[in-house]
């Protein structure tokens, strides 16, 4: 019994705090990817989304060329978001961000540690994979950060380098806006097809 999921970073957002919408770059990003899905030869059975806005026009965008449902699940927010703690500063939130990145246990002012956002993703995908009748192919639509907080848990060190060399030192600039990484979970076992693959951009 196999599920295949379709990690999808949101397209390129509005650099200001507070939960953002898509740049006009970043709609075209999502344009591309939904063209690029609705045009793969496999049927999507269900499109899943993180509540933030970013996410959900992502996520639109593919509902529209591959006529297929979305629904919002609070479990693909990002680990924490600019703009939730009031008066923090874009450096201040960098600097947290980094504290939680090399510290995954780090439980920062606002959000959740890294630990705890990959375990969240985690259990999404096993719920999703255990519902699910076999040979589903679903797509997620979320965040770069909670993509990486899920495979650093998830994988052995040994195995996300095969995909980029100290994986988990440069965890944070390894999933560009837009990009699809696939996995493929059966029999218990969880595998990486692809790893955030921006091909269906260029």
């Known amino acids: 019994m196999s599920t295949i999921f379709h990690l999808v970073r949101h397209g390129l957002k509005e650099r200001r705090s507070g939960d953002v919408s898509l740049t006009p770059e970043g709609a075209l990003q999502a344009e591309s990817t939904a063209r690029h899905l609705a045009q793969g030869a496999f049927p999507i059975s269900k499109i899943v989304t993180s509540p933030l806005q970013r996410a959900k026009e992502t996520a639109e965008r593919i509902a529209f060329y591959t006529r297929c449902p ?24 960098i600097a947290m961000w980094d504290q939680c990145t090399s510290d995954p246990d780090y439980i920062p002012p606002v959000g959740d540690s890294a630990k705890k956002a990959g375990q969240r993703l985690a259990f999404l995908l096993d719920e999703l994979h255990n519902e699910e009748p076999a040979n589903r192919n679903i797509i997620v639509v979320t965040h770069g950060g909670l993509i990486t907080d899920f495979l650093v848990q998830a994988f052995t060190e040994r195995e996300l380098n095969v995909w980029h060399p100290d994986f988990k030192t440069l965890q944070n600039h390894l999933i560009p806006e837009c990009s699809i990484t696939k996995l493929i979970y059966d029999k218990g076992n969880r595998t990486i097809e692809a790893f955030a693959s921006i091909e269906h951009l260029i």
């Open 70 to 93: 979305v629904t919002e699940d609070s479990r693909l927010r990002e680990r924490a978001n600019w703009g939730d703690c009031p008066d923090q500063t874009f450096e201040q939130f």
